[in-house]
């Protein structure tokens, strides 16, 4: 459990007259009452990522009276985020998204301290941001960031909500507190690149990150307001689609290589090397890191939209091979010969209408599943290409009318 008690030479803020009256739902609960609510005010959090999970959390702990909340987060609002992201509006895109968040929660809740940083978070600076906040909040949605907050949070003695969401299913957890279990004790490892789709390739449901980050917020405030039972060493699934929740122990690991009895990573890393996947300063998600594993991850020839688009022009065409799911060609197409989305290339790879001899160009979002596919065609001896950016590049270079998604 955090302690949010003040420093000797610091004093505890007691509660306002409009502090009283604002939360006084939460002064008649017998198991919170003014303590709790004064714990709150006094106390912290950081939020790693003001995207899905970030929002709903960073509003209700807000709302809340959680007296200084932080924010990590470099990326701007996109009109796609809008489906999910209920801390922006229509008029935010193209904005930082931490001038629009600061602005919505300071003129929710006036008595609350926001914090921007600006900035990625990475090896450098995570436990220097991570120290001063009593717990902190990983809304991330990429494993080199997930376990830079984990590993940080042990280092610091930060107690760790953790959320992720997939399509229709969530999980929370409470991680890095003083006698439970951290993230690595339950995934020592993270899986391979591009294995586990994003979810701009795999889609969300856009309530769920907001059950979810829900969830998570109720787990900050459990811990602040030392009330309650938190997830810790328990795993909380739920399942939107079905409506069904459960939850599984997670034990400490005495072999953890972070938090077990003799650790062998006492300092940070570069977690981008251990999942796999190179620095990449430019694209970030949740401003935190890039959650797509980019074409540069395999060591494949590629072709750019400019080119395809020349050798269409000129009649020239090669083979193209869309690699994505069915229902993201009903979204956007580039006018594919065929549609096999990369799971399943391997099991239908008779089907391919292009012999090893012909030319293939493989396309998918962004070119990583697709990345993935020229290595495995060329592997079995196919002369296959990657389109460099894939739909995304095609709608950016060639022709804004195909749906970015």
């Not at 970030?54 to 809008?82: K, Q």
């Not at 193209?320 to 993201?328: A, C, I, K």
Request: hydrophobic share 35%; with cysteine; charged share 25%.
């Amino acid at each position: 459990m955090p302690t949010t008690t003040a420093a000797p030479d610091q004093k505890q803020a007691s509660l306002s007259p409009d502090e009283l009256q604002r939360y006084s739902r939460h002064l008649t609960l017998p198991e919170f009452g003014r303590e709790g609510q004064e714990k709150l005010k006094n106390s912290s959090v950081l939020l790693v990522g003001a995207g899905g999970l970030g929002s709903p959390a960073a509003t209700y702990l807000a709302a809340a009276g959680v007296g200084r909340i932080g924010l990590v987060d470099f990326d701007t609002v996109e009109a796609s985020n809008l489906q999910r992201q209920i801390l922006y509006g229509t008029s935010d895109v193209d904005r930082p998204k931490l001038d629009a968040a600061s602005e919505r929660l300071e003129d929710l809740n006036p008595h609350v301290e926001v914090e921007r940083h600006e900035v990625r978070l990475t090896s450098e600076n995570a436990l220097d941001i991570i120290d001063e906040y009593d717990v902190v909040a990983d809304g991330t949605d990429n494993f080199p960031t997930r376990y830079l907050v984990n590993d940080a949070c042990v280092m610091t003695g930060t107690p760790n909500v953790y959320a992720s969401i997939f399509r229709f299913e969530g999980q929370v957890s409470v991680f890095a507190t003083e006698d439970g279990p951290c993230y690595r004790c339950l995934y020592e490892e993270p899986p391979p690149p591009g294995l586990v789709p994003s979810c701009a390739e795999g889609g969300v449901l856009g309530i769920l990150p907001g059950f979810i980050g829900t969830l998570q917020a109720t787990e900050v405030i459990k811990l602040l307001a030392d009330i309650g039972e938190p997830l810790v060493g328990r795993l909380l699934m739920a399942d939107a689609l079905h409506m069904d929740f459960r939850t599984v122990n997670v034990p400490t690991n005495p072999d953890c290589p972070v938090c077990g009895d003799d650790p062998s990573v006492t300092e940070l890393i570069d977690y981008e090397a251990f999942c796999g996947i190179p620095q990449d300063d430019e694209a970030s998600t949740n401003g935190t890191a890039n959650t797509d594993v980019s074409e540069s991850d395999y060591a494949v020839p590629e072709v750019s939209v400019h080119d395809l688009k020349q050798r269409r022009d000129a009649g020239d065409a090669p083979f193209v091979l869309d690699v994505r799911e069915s229902y993201e060609a009903e979204i956007a197409s580039l006018g594919a010969d065929q549609l096999i989305p990369v799971d399943e290339l391997e099991d239908r790879l008779e089907e391919l209408e292009a012999s090893p001899d012909d030319e293939i160009v493989v396309h998918c979002r962004s070119g990583a599943r697709s990345a993935k596919a020229t290595e495995f065609l060329r592997e079995k001896g196919y002369n296959a290409s990657n389109l460099a950016g894939g739909v995304l590049a095609w709608s950016d270079e060639i022709d804004p009318d195909v749906p970015q998604y």
